[in-house]
């Protein structure tokens, strides 16, 4: 008794039918500029391609007879990528920075321009206020520095939650204008 081998997977890729690999007895012909020239064999059709030194690609192979294109389709083929990655939509991320109590000028202006880098670039910022030790006794101080920034930053961002306090931190979220 024999075993049959596994079936080989393989990726499926259709390739187009361009230039050479027409098979079809006649074909609709369409040139670069969107004129029709007719019906006519496709041997014929990739002359005319090949004199302008174009290619020819198969458009429609469901019509009677079958519509070919005369294009450059390297230009094609990347004008269509491009187009689909424009398409493809941008997923807006969530960004944290976080700061303390007692934050220093200059550190907190870092911050700040870290927040403002995230909102140009589209993604929402979460700013969280920490608390340690004895911190959790003046509050307060935590609230100002929060304010402070939310100050700083409403030309480019509005809030979207507001300053809540979650155990020992406050947290606000900001999304872009």
């Given at each position: 008794?024999?075993?049959?081998?596994?079936?080989?997977?393989?990726?499926?890729?259709?390739?187009?039918?361009?230039?050479?690999?027409?098979?079809?007895?006649?074909?609709?012909?369409?040139?670069?500029?969107?004129?029709?020239?007719?019906?006519?064999?496709?041997?014929?059709?990739?002359?005319?391609?090949?004199?302008?030194?174009?290619?020819?690609v198969v458009i429609s192979e469901k019509a009677?007879?079958?519509?070919?294109?005369?294009?450059?389709?390297?230009?094609?083929?990347?004008?269509?990528?491009?187009?689909?990655?424009?398409?493809?939509?941008?997923?807006?991320?969530?960004?944290?920075?976080?700061?303390?109590?007692?934050?220093?000028?200059?550190?907190?202006?870092?911050?700040?321009?870290?927040?403002?880098?995230?909102?140009?670039?589209?993604?929402?910022?979460?700013?969280?206020?920490?608390?340690?030790?004895?911190?959790?006794?003046?509050?307060?101080?935590?609230?100002?520095?929060?304010?402070?920034?939310?100050?700083?930053l409403e030309d480019l961002a509005k809030v979207e939650t507001p300053?809540?306090?979650?155990?020992?931190?406050?947290?606000?979220?900001?999304?872009?204008?």
């Amino acid at each position: 008794m024999t075993a049959t081998p596994p079936p080989r997977r393989t990726t499926h890729r259709t390739v187009p039918n361009i230039n050479e690999r027409i098979r079809f007895p006649k074909v609709r012909l369409i040139d670069a500029d969107g004129t029709q020239l007719g019906i006519m064999s496709p041997r014929e059709a990739l002359s005319l391609a090949q004199e302008r030194e174009l290619d020819l690609v198969v458009i429609s192979e469901k019509a009677d007879p079958p519509v070919c294109r005369i294009m450059d389709y390297g230009k094609f083929k990347y004008q269509q990528r491009k187009r689909q990655h424009k398409t493809h939509s941008r997923q807006t991320k969530i960004k944290e920075i976080w700061v303390r109590p007692g934050t220093g000028e200059h550190d907190l202006q870092v911050k700040l321009n870290r927040a403002r880098e995230f909102l140009t670039e589209k993604n929402k910022v979460v700013v969280a206020v920490r608390f340690r030790g004895r911190e959790l006794a003046h509050i307060e101080e935590g609230r100002k520095v929060l304010d402070n920034i939310l100050a700083r930053l409403e030309d480019l961002a509005k809030v979207e939650t507001p300053p809540s306090h979650q155990g020992r931190r406050i947290v606000c979220t900001l999304a872009p204008k």
